[in-house]
């Protein structure tokens, strides 16, 4: 079982934060259920063996992802079921801040909560590669495979970058507040024009991005240090107090904090990770 973030070439980097590889060989009920809370992530995915379940609690439809998905800002807390085989296989591409709009050309607002076939929005040629990551013979060919498409993607980048990428990497890597104004400034742009340049290259406005990202921030501290409380984490990240976090808990995950790091450490890498210790 593999559970891997692989950082991609020099050239790549602008545009893609990490490969993300999941290869996991089980029977297919002894992972049925891993809740995701939300988590600041566009990407492309690509199920080369395996396909998985997508559940929404708020509107309680559940629909099978295509093989080769995008996936657009999610905003609130998703449920993925693992089907068919017992030897699952996934690469995932997560985007840069600005890094999707860049390559696709069109506002991220348009992929927000949503995730679609890529195939009719980037091109077919991805089944092709998804073959490739399929039948390749070892776990560095699937990466250099996945990379060589987008290597040739980006001989036809459709947006340049933009100083608003950067502070989407800013608040990406410091779950802290900023005012908007001060970020603004930051990017050369009056307080509005960066709230509609922030939404169309990231999908969400840089409120709401801060907020999911510090939300997340403090269920990945509270899972590296498990003997702290909640009201601890709450002050070190910021929160006001435990109601303030509870509240965006609620939100992104649905349930409170001490169910929802329950049902986050129920996920098959965590498990993994605890069967290896």
């Known amino acids: 079982m593999i559970f891997q973030d692989i950082l991609p070439c020099l050239a790549l980097q602008p545009f893609i934060c990490t490969f993300r590889l999941v290869h996991l060989q089980f029977e297919p009920d002894a992972f049925p259920k891993t809740p995701y809370p939300t988590r600041i992530e566009q990407a492309l995915v690509f199920f080369a063996r395996g396909h998985i379940d997508c559940y929404d609690p708020i509107s309680g439809m559940t629909r099978t992802i295509p093989r080769n998905a995008l996936f657009g800002q999610q905003v609130s807390r998703l449920d993925f079921y693992q089907n068919v085989t017992a030897d699952f296989l996934m690469l995932m591409v997560v985007f840069q801040p600005g890094g999707l709009y860049r390559l696709l050309g069109f506002s991220s ?36 495979r996945a990379q060589e498409y987008f290597l040739r993607k980006l001989q036809k980048v459709k947006a340049g970058a933009h100083p608003v990428d950067k502070i989407g990497q800013l608040l990406l890597n410091n779950p802290g507040s900023c005012s908007l104004d ?36 403090t269920l990945q501290y509270k899972e590296k240090h498990l003997h702290l409380d909640w009201l601890s984490i709450a002050v070190h990240f910021g929160y006001s107090d435990y109601d303030h976090l509870a509240k965006d808990f609620k939100q992104f995950a649905h349930v409170n904090p001490n169910l929802t790091f329950k049902e986050y450490t129920q996920r098959p890498e965590f498990i993994v990770q605890v069967r290896n210790l």
């Open 109 to 144: 607002n348009e992929l927000t909560c949503e995730f679609c076939d890529a195939e009719p929005v980037m091109s077919t040629e991805l089944q092709v590669v998804n073959d490739q990551i399929a039948n390749a013979s070892d776990y560095a060919t699937m990466i250099d």
């Open 182 to 217: 001060w970020l603004a400034d930051q990017a050369c742009l009056s307080p509005r024009q960066f709230e509609r340049k922030f939404s169309e290259r990231v999908g969400v406005g840089p409120k709401l991005y801060s907020r999911i990202n510090r939300f997340f921030h």
